[in-house]
């Protein structure tokens, strides 16, 4: 369905808010700046911009929605024959192999994780953040191997699969704040992958085969 005027202007001041905001605590940090400061930079009420983003951190980590439903997604899109694990592990390593910003390979990503670091409240929330994911795929294995609600299965894989994901993008993260360059630090995620898909048990690896 095509986008309609008013939800493409919608869009477009919620993006201009967050990138006032972003440029703000990127300059200043994070608890340095306010809400009415964020407010006065876009040219927007206070109002407006709760109206947007419900508390300060959504200002900064906006994005976070694409996250959350990430390995779902991939575990849900997986080919006939292929795993939950094996999926993400493939997904994985073709955002690496890509040089993806989505996780972390870009330059000024090192700016955006200081910010983070040095904030509590964004570290609470990215925690929390992480736990969503987490609860998310172990919804989705329910539901694509039609486990019952008392079964602990769905939620001991999660975690596995799970730990692969914010394994890579803390590792990303870390080297990206201590100078390495996209592209080498792809290079050094791949063989990561490597080493830790070889820490997984064939049961994880073969746990929610597609047409099994």
């Keep these: 369905m095509a986008e309609g005027l008013r939800e493409r202007k919608k869009r477009q001041t919620r993006q201009y808010i967050s990138d006032v905001a972003t440029g703000l605590f990127l300059q200043r940090g994070f608890d340095a700046v306010t809400v009415a400061e964020v407010a006065e930079a876009a040219n927007v009420s206070v109002n407006t911009v709760y109206n947007y983003f419900p508390a300060k951190e959504d200002l900064f980590l906006d994005r976070s929605k694409g996250v959350i439903d990430r390995l779902s997604r991939w575990v849900r899109g997986r080919g006939d024959g292929e795993s939950a694990a094996r999926a993400v592990l493939r997904e994985l390593r073709e955002e690496v192999e890509s ?21 509590p409240a964004l570290r609470s929330r990215m925690w929390a953040i992480g ?57 050094e995620a791949l063989v990561l992958l490597d080493e830790m898909e070889g820490l997984l048990s064939d049961k994880v690896l073969n746990y929610a085969v597609r047409g099994a």
Excluded: C, K
């Design 99 to 119: 040089v993806s910003p989505r996780m972390g390979l870009m330059d000024g990503y090192e700016s955006f994780m200081r910010v983070i670091q040095d904030s």
């Design 131 to 187: 736990q969503e994911v987490l609860l998310n795929l172990e919804g989705t294995l329910r539901e694509e191997t039609g486990a019952a609600a008392d079964d602990p299965m769905p939620a001991l894989m999660a975690g596995q699969i799970n730990w692969l994901h914010s394994t890579l993008l803390a590792t990303i993260g870390q080297r990206m704040i201590e100078g390495g360059r996209p592209a080498e630090v792809s290079r």
